[in-house]
């Protein structure tokens, strides 16, 4: 089955910046929407950024657009979270997911939709 492996996780204080990864396979990134989620301890998991399997279609979470990029490369068959001015509140397990795509230019987030996820990698923002 696919599997995804994120990286990138740390400690950061506030203002700051990290570059979260994930890592697909065994398939190129063209069959998977790939999407970015995030669990606070007694908060419910959210959907924080997508990109389409043709990379050309992105959404994000309003509590981070502006701050936080997705993008991808294709020759590493891996998605980034560009994270910028971090703050306290982005302190969560931050987790990547993928769905076989049907839909080339689009994604969601949509927590059902996304049948692989990886194991998470944690977040901590503080001074």
């Known amino acids: 089955q696919s599997q995804l492996v994120e990286s990138g996780g740390g400690l950061v204080q506030p203002g700051g910046s990290l570059r979260l990864s994930c890592t697909v396979s065994p398939y190129t990134l063209d069959y998977y929407s790939i999407g970015w989620f995030r669990q606070a301890p007694g908060r419910e998991r959210e959907g924080i950024s997508c990109?389409?399997?043709?990379?050309?279609?992105?959404n994000y979470a309003g509590s981070v657009k502006g701050r936080f990029t997705i993008s991808s490369d294709n020759a590493q068959k891996t998605v980034y979270l560009q994270m910028n001015n971090l703050k306290p509140e982005d302190t969560a397990v931050y987790y990547c997911?993928?769905?076989?795509?049907?839909?080339?230019?689009?994604?969601?987030?949509?927590?059902?939709?996304?049948?692989?996820w990886g194991q998470g990698t944690q977040v901590t923002v503080s001074s």
């Open positions: 997911a993928a769905e076989l795509a049907t839909v080339a230019h689009s994604c969601d987030l949509i927590e059902g939709h996304f049948d692989y």
């Open positions: 990109i389409s399997a043709s990379g050309t279609g992105t």
